[in-house]
């Protein structure tokens, strides 16, 4: 299994990014992925998560702002990310879980995108 993030970067508060996640070595879309961030000096923490049917769950901190989507043609994961915050500076990874339900574990990781928003 391999998950790789891009589309990182600097922005200044109110702007948007897209984050995707290439995904390889398992069968995409039949199983639930996620974002999670590290803001610095702190712990992991879940951003959003998706079925393989495409249901959806967000984190209260990013409800409205940011949106995860999955192209299953592509194997790739997406997450739109407007209105940036300054508390929305992190590394940001892509995870992919152990089946199908967002809410089952997670058991790879990608190796993260650092996401700054700075004026």
């Known amino acids: 299994v391999q998950l790789v993030e891009s589309g990182g970067g600097l922005a200044q508060p109110g702007e948007s990014l897209r984050l995707s996640c290439a995904a390889s070595g398992f069968t995409f879309s039949n199983y639930a992925l996620s974002w999670a961030r590290q803001p610095p000096g702190k712990e992991r923490e879940l951003v959003a998560r998706?079925?393989?049917?495409?249901?959806?769950n967000y984190a209260d901190s990013v409800k409205g702002r940011f949106t995860i989507s999955r192209d299953n043609a592509k194997n790739t994961l997406y997450l739109q990310m407007n209105n940036l915050k300054p508390e929305d500076t992190a590394m940001y990874y892509c995870a992919k879980r152990k089946g199908s339900f967002y809410y089952l574990s997670v058991d790879y990781w990608g190796q993260g995108t650092q996401v700054t928003v700075d004026s």
């Open positions: 998706i079925s393989s049917s495409g249901s959806t």
